[in-house]
């Protein structure tokens, strides 16, 4: 190659670099969005993979819930200014509320349950940086990551998909956790799985209509936490009890099989036996009189 030739197509590249130069100065904000985007959704996918891993067999293959509760819940949701929902962005005092909730119990467990902790700092395998990851991807709803990235993780390791979630035979193993960083409280957790980012600050939630005291109402005496006690049952003991009460695994709930005084399974009802059958009142708040409408409902009402 001679001179010329080489000053040509450096004058050649140079102009190149000129265009270029300028094509990425026009279009800076726009990079940046996408940036942005990219990196989110790197984040949900970690946090989607670390789910896939590691909490499908108790929370379900898309965090619908199994043995634990469902993690695919609205009031986990944390909506930003341009939300397809078209309704207000989260404050920013709730949203640090309800990472906080999560970030702390999937970092320390949950005592006196099978939630196992998970923060390196406590004992478990993840870094704070990956359990941030798991929170990202609930709290921004990636529920379809944990699809498409579980499927993958199926095929590879040849999972049958109907294997993954526990069987009776694995949770009889499953020891709870003792140990947590004391940040929870059942009042706390009341809270937020009953936060609702949808509703209407301007309207308060629903009234009680003049007259309709809980008093007046025979059904009243049966109530646990705003449900029927059958209701509640069906919501909150059926996945391991069975839905007739037949006992699946846990023991079967029905007058011919409960046969100890009402104490004995009130205590149980309300703190647990350090296994996976839960201690409600920490759980979700529930009342001496809420427990023992549930202890008369499985001593007394024919399944
Ligand atoms: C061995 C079963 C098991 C595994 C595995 C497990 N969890 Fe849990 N998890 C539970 C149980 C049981 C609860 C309910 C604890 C209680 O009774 O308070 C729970 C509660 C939670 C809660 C609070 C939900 C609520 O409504 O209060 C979050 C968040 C959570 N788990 C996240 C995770 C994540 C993330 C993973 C995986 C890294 C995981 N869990 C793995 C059993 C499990
Ligand atoms: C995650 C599974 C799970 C859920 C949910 C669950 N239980 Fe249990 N439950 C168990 C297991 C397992 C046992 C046996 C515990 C043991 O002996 O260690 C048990 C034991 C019991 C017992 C004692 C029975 C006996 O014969 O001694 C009662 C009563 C009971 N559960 C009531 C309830 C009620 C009421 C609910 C719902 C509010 C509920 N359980 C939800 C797993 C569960």
């Known amino acids: 190659m001679n001179t010329s030739k080489q000053v040509n197509a450096m004058i050649g590249l140079l102009f190149l670099a000129f265009l270029a130069f300028g094509a990425y100065i026009i279009n800076e904000p726009n990079r940046q969005a996408t940036a942005e985007e990219a990196q989110s959704e790197m984040i949900a996918r970690r ?133 947590n960083c004391g940040q929870y409280t059942g009042a706390v957790r009341q809270g937020i799985v009953s936060r609702d980012p949808f509703a209407d600050p301007g309207e308060p939630g629903a009234t009680q209509e003049p007259g309709e005291e809980p008093s007046d109402q025979p059904e009243a005496q049966t109530m646990v936490q705003g449900a029927l006690v059958g209701e509640f049952y069906a919501n909150n003991c059926a996945s391991c009890h069975g839905g007739q009460r037949q006992g699946a695994v846990g023991p079967a709930l029905t007058p011919q099989a409960l046969t100890e005084p009402d104490d004995f399974y009130a205590d149980t009802i309300a703190n647990g036996r350090g296994t996976i059958m839960p201690a409600w009142s920490q759980l979700a708040g529930l009342t001496d009189e809420e427990v023992d409408h549930l202890v008369q409902f499985i001593k007394h009402v024919e399944p």
């Open 47 to 179: 946090g989607a993979d670390l789910f896939v891993n590691n909490c499908r067999s108790c929370h379900g293959l898309v965090g619908e819930g199994g043995i634990a509760p469902a993690l695919d819940s609205a009031a986990f949701l944390i909506l930003g200014e341009d939300n397809p929902y078209g309704v207000d962005a989260t404050a920013e005092g709730e949203a640090r509320t309800v990472r906080e909730f999560l970030f702390n119990t999937i970092a320390c467990g949950r005592t006196n349950t099978v939630m196992p902790l998970w923060s390196e700092r406590y004992g478990g395998s993840m870094s704070e940086t990956q359990v941030n990851y798991i929170v990202d991807m609930i709290t921004s709803e990636r529920w379809d990551l944990v699809e498409e990235i579980g499927v993958e993780h199926d095929i590879e390791t040849s999972t049958d998909p109907a294997t993954v979630v526990l069987t009776p035979e694995d949770a009889g193993s499953l020891s709870a956790t003792t140990a």
